[in-house]
């Protein structure tokens, strides 16, 4: 499953307790050509080395931002 930035600036404000962050898009930035979605593949890894994820995303930013 794909995550949007939205997504992920949204776990991020969760885990740091900052529930009340508004974001909105300016259209002015966006490019007529640039494709909606873009997501990554790891297959090709999984398949090469057997690698598969063990840490949530919550897990991940939370272990970030206590070592900040």
Do not use: F
């Not at 776990?11 to 050509?33: F, S």
């Not at 997501?39 to 057997?50: A, K, P, Q, Y």
């Amino acid at each position: 499953a794909s995550l949007s930035g939205h997504d992920i600036l949204t776990a991020l404000a969760n885990v740091a307790g900052m529930d009340d962050i508004r974001t909105e898009t300016d259209p002015t930035r966006l490019r007529p050509n640039d494709p909606v979605d873009i997501v990554g593949d790891n297959s090709r890894i999984r398949e090469d080395t057997g690698w598969e994820p063990r840490i949530a995303l919550t897990n991940t930013i939370a272990d970030y931002l206590k070592a900040r």
